[in-house]
Each structure stands twice: as C-alpha cells, then as structure tokens.
C-alpha cells in the first residue's frame, strides 16, 4: 500500500496539524501513524511521487529533478 514503506517514512511530524494535535510523535506506533495517514491528510509528507517503482515522500524540487535525470 505505500510502495514498501513504513508510515514513518511518509509521516510529517513537522506539519503544523500534527504539531497542533497534541500527539507525543514519542508515543506514536507504525499502526497508529497510518491510522492517522488516512484520517488526516495534512499528515502526508508532501510531495509524493513514484520514480521507477520507488515512492518519494517529502522530495524538494532537486531531489525529484535527479531521480528524474534532470
């Protein structure tokens, strides 16, 4: 479901709405972290993208542009 990934890898713990939640990211399990990928969607690392079957969370603009052979 998220290409092999664990949701730590696609979590944001920096995203304003969690930081705002009151979550301890101390506390937080895998299970629990995509529970909550999918009941709040502001928690995703942004962008997300697959390049060659591999899933990129949370690339900036340099990082995609080189996976891509830019």
């Not at 949701?7 to 299970?31: C, V």
């Not at 999918?38 to 900036?60: C, F, I, Q, S, T």
């Amino acid at each position: 479901m998220l290409g092999g990934e664990p949701p730590s890898a696609l979590f944001n713990l920096r995203s304003a709405t969690f930081r705002k939640s009151g979550i301890d990211p101390e506390s937080l399990t895998e299970e629990r972290m995509l529970e909550l990928l999918v009941e709040e969607p502001r928690y995703w690392k942004r962008p997300v993208a697959v390049v060659d079957g591999k899933l990129m969370a949370g690339a900036n603009a340099k990082q995609l542009g080189a996976a891509l052979g830019f």
